[in-house]
């Protein structure tokens, strides 16, 4: 298998996009895949990286170009560039990066190999076969986007991309050190705007490392003129975990940083700088994981700041378990359907957010006879009730920590009631009845009762295969019911 990325970089585009694309090549690397990437030879761009870290690069345009919106004409190009290459280097899957390419690109370049979209916040109509959208958040409904019937959606967060690095884990810090990283673009200035503001004299007692591009460093130098509490280093990813590692909290965007930071424990403070980190922010702010800032003027108060020192130690234990570092890998696993064996494990509290996720799903919903939208606090107290009793059950259906499907037993008399569901992206698999058979298997539980609705073919399918046997339901009844009698 050949793997391309369709990714650009440059000081006005950032490095999140190539630095999300580097970590996910290496995993690939790992499974002996070969890698490509392609890009359209921007101005300023940090294309080093690519080939620093091993990897193939290929330009698809020799002059040096300044666009950043695509017009047209210049998506056309690239589209029929890329294909070219494909054919060329017999690359079978492109996985794009980038927020410019469109729908056309992608049936043009879909029309000779597999496309991944790797997206944010989705909210153009796409080809892509593999749709990842790993952001926290319940408005996930993709479904009025695909132009591809059997799209798959990989919508949680086990899929986060986090950039490993080994860094040398010190013990953190007690002073009051603050690390400042608005990234490379940093176009609404906002590193200027919060040196500025911690320039008073009333952080005196605060020490500040502060990440920016180098044409920057002598005009914040500036603003801050005599003032010690300051240290200024251009941006380099290599450094960052050490520096966020050394510092008792970390002021930041909300670009792919947040989750690497998450990753390493740190205390983080978010500050959304563009539209799609607004979108972001939307999402995930009900779960409560972060502390966001949405105006910079809201840093006057130096009280607030060491209050989020103090109070933030559940969050960071919570980041930790959510984004483990194990997500490429799980991703790369998925796109070249390198999965192991699965099994069933009992539910922990590392489970809730997949558990949120897959209940919102639209197909888990439209098979539900509740087919609202569950928000995460009805979410939460929900299994906390459900898990205290002690006769109840709930099972993740895993190949070793990627996460597949659920199952859900409540003790009623001398029956347990079934409710089980398989992620989207594993749908079509047979999962549903492997996982079934397993528990049938495994637990030596006698007698299990199912009802789904009538039009829910699949289910039926899977039920039976399980070993269920159909019991008539009454008329005008919309649902099905199941029993499963061991002998």
């Excluded at 004409?73 to 029929?80: R, T």
């Excluded at 895993?398 to 989207?424: A, H």
């Excluded at 539980?445 to 039920?463: E, G, M, P, Q």
């Amino acid at each position: 298998m050949k793997v391309g990325f369709r990714v650009d970089s440059s000081d006005k585009i950032g490095l999140g996009h190539i630095n999300r694309t580097l970590a996910l090549a290496k995993e690939f690397r790992i499974l002996n895949i070969e890698v490509f990437f392609l890009n359209s030879n921007h101005q300023n761009n940090f294309d080093s990286l690519i080939a620093n870290n091993g990897f193939k690069n290929i330009r698809l345009k020799k002059k040096v170009t300044e666009k950043i919106n695509f017009n047209k004409k210049f998506i056309k190009e690239d589209a029929f560039q890329t294909v070219e290459v494909v054919k060329k280097k017999k690359i079978d899957l492109i996985i794009i990066d980038h927020y410019f390419i469109n729908s056309y690109w992608e049936k043009v370049v879909g029309s000779v190999c597999k496309i991944v979209l790797i997206s944010d916040y989705l909210n153009r109509k796409t080809y892509a076969d593999i749709v990842v959208s790993y952001h926290l958040g319940l408005k996930k409904n993709f479904k009025k986007f695909l132009l591809k019937k059997n799209c798959k959606l990989l919508t949680d967060s086990q899929y986060t991309i986090i950039k490993k690095n080994n860094f040398h884990k010190n013990n953190r810090t007690k002073k009051k050190n603050i690390l400042i990283t608005m990234g490379s673009v940093d176009s609404n200035f906002y590193t200027e705007k919060l040196v500025k503001i911690f320039s008073r004299p009333v952080f005196k007692n605060f020490f500040f490392t502060v990440l920016t591009n180098e044409k920057r460093i002598l005009g914040l130098k500036k603003t801050c003129k005599n003032n010690k509490n300051f240290k200024f280093n251009i941006i380099n990813k290599k450094s960052l975990y050490s520096l966020a590692f050394k510092n008792s909290v970390v002021i930041s965007n909300m670009g792919t940083s947040m989750y690497e930071f998450s990753y390493i424990g740190s205390k983080i403070i978010l500050v959304p700088q563009s539209y799609i980190h607004k979108k972001i922010l939307e999402n995930i702010k009900p779960f409560n994981l972060f502390n966001f800032e949405r105006k910079i003027t809201n840093f006057n108060n130096p009280k607030k700041i060491l209050n989020i020192i103090r109070t933030d130690l559940d969050r960071v234990k919570t980041r930790k378990i959510l984004f483990d570092g194990f997500g490429t890998k799980r991703l790369a696993k998925y796109i070249t359907k390198n999965y192991d064996s699965a099994k069933l494990t009992n539910y922990s509290n590392k489970d809730l957010y997949f558990l949120f996720n897959l209940v919102n799903q639209t197909d888990v919903r439209r098979s539900s006879f509740n087919s609202k939208e569950i928000t995460f606090e009805s979410h939460q107290k929900w299994i906390k009730n459900f898990m205290n009793k002690k006769s109840n059950k709930i099972l993740i259906f895993k190949s070793k920590n990627l996460k597949i499907g659920q199952v859900r037993l409540e003790k009623k008399n001398n029956f347990y009631i079934l409710d089980y569901s398989i992620s989207n992206e594993f749908r079509g698999m047979n999962y549903g009845s492997k996982m079934l058979k397993l528990l049938i298997k495994n637990y030596k539980i006698n007698n299990i009762s199912a009802s789904v609705k009538s039009n829910n073919i699949s289910s039926i399918i899977t039920l039976k295969k399980a070993g269920f046997i159909k019991i008539q339901p009454k008329k005008n009844q919309n649902r099905y019911n199941f029993l499963f009698k061991r002998n």
